[in-house]
């Protein structure tokens, strides 16, 4: 079965760092993009940025560029999202999400983790 | 950005009746490649989302024939032909032309009557 498994859900202070990760199985990890999705408390979703694990080739959207980290181990079949400086308007439910390999001229996420919440709050 | 619209945001339905879902682009979708790259996604509630149409019309694996989707250019819309309990949820459009700018519609909140 082809799934993505996330990390548990985080409470974190603001200003504190934290790393997220993804774990893919069923399917060959490094021949698929694994992205990042942010659903805010009540509200839609937003894409932030993508890596394929093969090299390690990394794209963000532009309104997450700079806010976040996105990295991969290939060895463990594993992406991760990463804050260096957590802030309350962090506060949101991450997705992780298998893309194909073709970016220009998108289908989206056909395979989707079941979410990580963090919670960021004094 | 492209901006999706979608109409209605709130959508209460008859079980066993057409539920239909606007989705609007402020631009057109077409890429260069000729394929328009317009998708959707269910989010059940307390569930993660899931793709249920790509490239407009194409139902993803287990989908349910009674979701159908149509369209071109800028203007598409979802229809389930019946409704069903298990179709409650949010709906959303979602635009993979524009890279990097890939958007998402508001969603459209499906609930029974």
């Known amino acids: 079965e082809v799934q993505l498994v996330q990390s548990g859900a985080e409470v974190k202070k603001p200003g504190e760092s934290l790393k997220i990760s993804c774990k893919g199985s069923?399917?060959?990890?490094?021949?698929?993009?694994i992205g990042w999705v942010r659903q805010m408390p009540g509200k839609g979703l937003e894409w932030m940025g993508i890596?394929?694990?093969?090299?390690?080739?990394?794209r963000y959207s532009p309104s997450f560029q700079g806010q976040v980290t996105i990295s991969a181990d290939k060895s463990i079949s594993t992406a991760y999202l990463q804050w260096s400086s957590l802030k309350a308007s962090d506060t949101a439910m991450y997705y992780c999400?298998?893309?194909?390999?073709?970016?220009?001229?998108?289908?989206?996420?056909?395979?989707w983790g079941q979410g990580t919440m963090v919670t960021v709050s004094s | 950005d492209v901006v999706m619209t979608q109409s209605p945001l709130s959508l209460p339905v008859t079980l066993g009746q057409p539920a239909s879902i606007s989705c609007r682009s402020s631009?057109?979708?077409?890429?260069?490649?000729?394929?328009?790259?317009l998708n959707w996604f269910q989010q059940r509630p307390g569930q993660s989302p899931r793709r249920l149409i790509y490239?407009?019309?194409n139902r993803d694996s287990g989908v349910p024939d009674r979701f159908s989707g149509s369209g071109s250019g800028t203007d598409f819309t979802l229809k389930i032909s019946r409704v069903e309990a298990e179709d409650v949820g949010v709906y959303y459009c979602?635009?993979?032309?524009?890279?990097?700018?890939?958007?998402f519609g508001q969603g459209t909140k499906v609930e029974i009557k």
């Open positions: 631009q057109s979708l077409v890429y260069s490649d000729g394929n328009t790259y």
């Open positions: 069923g399917y060959s990890f490094t021949s698929y993009w």
């Open positions: 490239k407009v019309s």
């Open positions: 999400a298998r893309h194909e390999p073709e970016l220009l001229g998108s289908v989206a996420f056909d395979i």
């Open positions: 979602m635009q993979g032309t524009h890279w990097p700018r890939w958007t």
């Open positions: 890596i394929y694990p093969g090299d390690s080739d990394t």
